[in-house]
Every structure is written in C-alpha cells, then in structure tokens.
C-alpha cells in the first residue's frame, strides 16, 4: 500500500501515537468506523472501547489501544483521536480494571439513591453526577471487554 | 562599629541563608525541568483540540440555538477573573506580577460599570486579594495540583467553571496567568475562556479544506456541547502548566540571584571582619610597647 493515513493518538497530558498507517478501526458513538486514506472529513464522539490500528496491511492488527472516550476527527489525509484516557490493550491490569469496575457501580448505586430523594437545584446536581458515574462504569466495563477479547 | 563576635555571627548567618537558598535553587531548577516537560507534552492536545473546534465552531457560531459557552449569554455585564498563582511564596516577581494585571484589569472593568468576580486559584492570590476584595471572591482553591498536577485537576475547576456560568453567575471569564518563555522571562497573560474565543487560524485553516463539509456523528450541537466543557478544561489545564512552569522559572532565578547576593555579602563581611581584627591586634599592640617603652 502506497497510500497511508497520519494516525494521531493524543491524551490530555501527552502525544500517545502519531505515525502513518494503512487503516484505523475507531469506536465511535454510532459504531465502529474503519479509515482509510481519503475518507470523508468526520468529526466523530468516541465512546469507550478498543482502537484497531493496521500499520502495513489491511489484514493484520499491529496495535489495539484502549480508549475511555473522546473525540475523532477525520480528514482524508490524516485521523486525529482526542482520547480521555487511553491504554495498550497489553497493559491493562486485570486486577485495577475489576476493582474500578466495581467501584463504578457501587458509587452508581449509592447516586442513584441520592438523586431518587433529592429535590430542585440538588436533583440536576445529582444526575449530573450520576450520568458522570454511568460513564465511568461504561469505561471499565469496557476496560474489562476489551481484555477478555484481548486473551482470545 | 560591630564587635568581632557581632561579625563572626553575621557572617554565619548568611552562609547558612545561601545554603538554603542555593537549595531552593537546585529543587526549582529540577521542578522546572519537570514542569517544562509536562507543559510540552499537552500542547498536543491543546493543538488538535483547538483545531477541531475552530473547523465546528465556525459553522455554529452565529446559529441562535449555538451553545452557551460558545456565543456567550448576549450580555457582559458580569465579569469572572479567574487568577491563576502559586501556593508557595519566594518566586520572585512570580505573583505579584499576576496579582498587578488582575488588579489593573478589575478597576478597568468596574470603571466601566461592569460588575467583577474572582476565583482565585493559589494561595498567594487568596491571601493577597482578600485584603482588599473579599467580597468580590466567589471561590478559592489551593494546592492545586500537588505533587503533580494532572488533567482531573484542570477538568474539576473546569466544572466549577461551568456550573456557576450556568447558574447565570457570569458572562464572561477570563483567566490571569503567567506564560512561560524562558526561566528569566515570564508574560502575564490574559485569556478568554467563556465564551469561547476562536483564534485567528481556525479560519485560515479552514480555508484549507474549502467548500469541504464535515460529516457529524451525532449531530454537531451534540458534539460541541461534549467538546466544549472539555476545551475549557483543556485551557485551564495549559495554562496552569504553563503557571507551574514558570512558578519555578521565577524561583531559580530569583534564587541564583539571592545566593550571589549572599555571596557577595560574605566577602563584604569578610573583609570588615579581618579589617577589625588586625585592627585589635595592632592596637593592643602599640599598648603593650608603650607601656614597656614607659618603663
């Protein structure tokens, strides 16, 4: 293949990745979408889950990185992934992503029972907090799939 | 005149404040190093998110239904300064340099008839601006960021940001800090972060793509409003970088300073004391030979 596509991989706090590709499968809001050199120009929400990246080929992986959500933005010459948090699948920890996990949920939990009796001004405040902590549960869940399809 | 003892005493004491402040010297220059490297590694980030914004912004901008943080609630009366310090004092001109523009920039704003708030971020802008505008500080946070500053950090005063812009506290914000140039030279910015200035190249660079539309997954107002909460995160996130590099910019040299001053008060010291003593010796001297010669 001639023809690559100028991968970006940023987080917050640093550049992750930033190298020519043949192919990047992306999670996005509404699916997955592959990109290739000269797609359509696409700026995408990404919600938690795996990024594929296909160095030379088309056929084989050569990277797959964990991303807890962010955003996409696709140009036919280059993809730029915006990503909260993002992790090779290699070095997710079993062990951390369990725990964030269940975490996750036993806060949602005890939010949900805070935002059921509060009232007014409190009541946003609490689902705003609530629809935070749903996300992070989505994020670890997600975490966890992802090293579950990781040890296939 | 100082007795020698007085001498001896003084010249101890400033040998041991050059200890400690060749010291502070050596942990800011390691702290700058650090701070420098972790200013560099989220410019990326700033980079690609400004530019995605400027290519959505645009399009949205002049739409009545545009969000908030983006077109700005259509008025400016109330003004939120948001002022960035350090916790720590002894860096120079660090603070007193942000603290002189946010005064400025307040008596501007109240000459004009604007009503102005403050959120003051260190606790050298709370100290220092709770003397004479207590009323006006909405809200105080310190030891941000300690030991290391991370994004959460930046995205938790972000929240706070949005929260009271939503509450219809303010109109519009702008955050004091100091941008990083060099170790000896630190420039008291101005930003604007709500509502969302676009810089000048977005446009440029959208000229690039012309007549190109983009193609939005969900729908383009969906996006900004994630987008947006998280750029304004973004900038607090540079700039107290930006703030923390330069905190320790401020310090080493200040403190390199403060330790040749030592220095040379030393010398100074030193001669003084060695002048006096010959001086005693001599004259004790000319008394033990008078005296004999009286003999």
Redesign the interface.
Known sequence: MADKVKFELVAPEKLLLSEDVAMVVVPGVEGNFGVLPGHALLISTVRPGIIDVYADDQRSVSQRIFVSGGFAEVTPERCTVLADEALPVGEIDRSVAESEAKEAESRLAGLKDQAARATGDDKSEALAQLRTAERHLAAAQAKLEALLAAAH | MASLKDLRNRIRSVRSTQKITSAMKMVAASRLRRAQE?AL??R??AE??E??LG??AANLRNQPNAPRLLAGTGKDETHLLLVATSDRGLAGGFNASILREARRTLRSLQRDGKTVKLFTIGRKGRDALRRDHIKLIVESLTEIGRPRL??AN?EDIAARLV?RFEAGEFDVCTVIFNRFKSAISQIVTRQQLIPFAVPEGADKDKAD?KG???????EED??LA??LP?NL??QI?TALLENGASEQGARMTAMDNATRNAGEMIDRLNITYNRSRQAAITKELIEIISGAEAL
């Open positions: 972790q590694a989220a990326p980030y690609r998110m530019r995605m290519s959505l991370t994004f930046a929260e793509v190109a539309i983009y193609e939005f997954e969900p969906e996006i994630g987008l998280r995160a973004v996130f």
